[in-house]
C-alpha cells in the first residue's frame, strides 16, 4: 500500500508539471529596465527593439547585424568626478606616484599639472588638450608590459571616487545603462564599448561588468615586445620569453571620425543602435543614422543632475536641444534614472 501511495503522489506530480507546461498562458516578459522612470528614451528603445527582433516585421534585423555602440566616459562610466577617469589617473601618475615622478619628462609633467589646476582650481584646459593629454600618456605608461598596466588602472580604481561617499572610480558605473547592455544581450544584439580613453583603460575598468576584450575600442599606442627594440614587427620574430610592452607613440585618439574608422575596421558593420553623451560621439552617431540597411536610433545621455552628480543643468539643457535637432533622442539622467550610481551613493564635495 505505500509503495502504491508513492507512486500516486508521483504520478500527480508529473501531471502537474505537464499541466504547467502545456498551459496557453504566455510567460510574462522579464522587465530588464527596472531603474528607470517611463520616459522617451525607454519608449522609443523598447518599441526599436520589439520592432526589429520580430521575424515578420518589414524592420527584422538578423541578430548577427544587431550591433551596439557604446562611449564609455560620460554614457555609462562617470566623468564628473571633476574630469575623466584617464585625466585623474595621469594626474596622479606624474605628480604622486613616488615610483615615477621624478622621472616624468617636463612635457608629461606640465599637462599633468594643467589637469591639476583645471581640477583644483577651475583654470581652463588649453585648446585641443585632449591630443595634448595623449601624447602625454603615452610617454607616462610606456615601458609597462600590458599586464603591469593593467594592474596599475585597476588599483587606482579602488580609490574612493572624488566627490562622492560609497563608490570606488571602478564602480562608478550608472546602474540603469547597465540594464540597458543586459536588456540588448538578452534580445541578440552584440554591443561594443568606443570610447576616447586609452583602449587598455577601457578594458581595465569594464572588466567587472563582464564585458569581453575583443568589445572595447579605444585610444591606442604602439605596442611591441620586449627585446624588439627599432626592429620592425615585420622583420622581428618575439621570442617565448619576450612579453609585450606599451612603447610613447600615440596611433590614434578616438574620437569624432576615428571613432567611425575604428569601428568600420574592428567590427566591419554599421551600427543600428549608439549610445553616447558629447560632441566627440556625434560621428558615430551619425555613421549608425547614415545605416541605409536598417532601422536605427541614437541616444545622447545629458549630465543635468546637480542632486546625485556633478552637472551643469543649464549646459545640459542647452545641450539636449542641439541633440534633438541632430535627431537623437535625449536621454535626462535627471528625469529618466531613478538612481545613477545606486542608492548608497551620494555626491560629496570634491577633496584635494
Known sequence: MKTFKLWLVAITACCMVMSSCNSNEPTPPKNYLTLWNECEAVTALQAYVEDVTDPNSPNYITPSDRIATFDMDGTFVGE???TYFEYNL???RVLDDTAYRDKAPEDVRQTAQEIRDFVRN???????FDMKHAYAAAKAYSGMTLAQFDSYVKAYATKPANGFTGMTYGESFYQP???VFDYLEANGFTYYVVSGSDRFICRALTESIGIAP????????????????????VNYTMGKEEDIVRTDELIIKN????????IAQEIGKVPVLSFGNSGGDCAMHNYCLG???YKTLAFMLIADDEDRDHANREKALKLADQWR???YIVVSMKDDFKTIYGENVQKTDFSF
Not at 577651475?122 to 585641443?128: E, I, V
Not at 574620437?255 to 575604428?262: E, R, S
Open 80 to 82: 564628473l568626478y571633476p
Open 90 to 92: 595621469l594626474e596622479y
Open 122 to 128: 577651475g583654470t581652463k584646459l588649453p585648446d585641443h
Open 177 to 179: 545603462m547597465l540594464q
Open 214 to 233: 575583443n568589445r572595447v575600442i579605444g585610444m591606442d599606442v604602439r605596442l611591441q615586445s620586449t627585446s624588439q627594440g627599432a626592429e620592425a614587427g
Open 255 to 262: 574620437l569624432k571620425t576615428n571613432k567611425v574608422l575604428q
Open 291 to 293: 545605416n541605409t540597411k
Open 325 to 327: 535637432e541632430n535627431g
